[in-house]
């Protein structure tokens, strides 16, 4: 069974950082392509950013340069470094893994002005 698991969100204010987690089970992750998306209430879910099995970026203009995605095959684990967060950045954050079609919960960032 795939599961794949968020944290790290929170409230936060305008310029701080957060880190977040998606931990995977049920999956062979280090052959896994997986992305970061994130959905704001009443706006189409959107994509962060992908990661390569490797651990190659492909970010969205909107965070390139601010965020940080990275992952730990040994661990199943990918992260996503949040830095000089902005109010337009509060959404809900999941993970993705394309290769089995999967979604996490996701967690919740708010950033205040």
């Known amino acids: 069974q795939v599961q794949l698991v968020e944290s790290g969100g929170g409230m936060v204010r305008a310029g701080e950082s957060l880190r977040l987690s998606c931990t995977a089970s049920?999956?062979?992750?280090?052959?896994?392509?997986m992305a970061w998306y994130r959905q704001a209430p009443g706006k189409e879910r959107e994509r962060v950013v992908l990661i390569g099995p490797s651990g190659t970026t492909s970010y969205a203009p909107s965070v390139k340069g601010r965020f940080t995605a990275s992952r730990d095959n040994a661990k199943s684990t990918m992260y996503l470094q949040l830095d000089n967060l902005k109010p337009e950045d509060s959404a809900n954050y999941l993970c993705?893994?394309?290769?089995?079609?999967?979604w996490g919960q996701g967690t919740q960032v708010t950033v205040s002005s």
């Open positions: 993705y893994s394309y290769n089995d079609n999967s």
């Open positions: 049920g999956i062979t992750f280090s052959k896994a392509a």
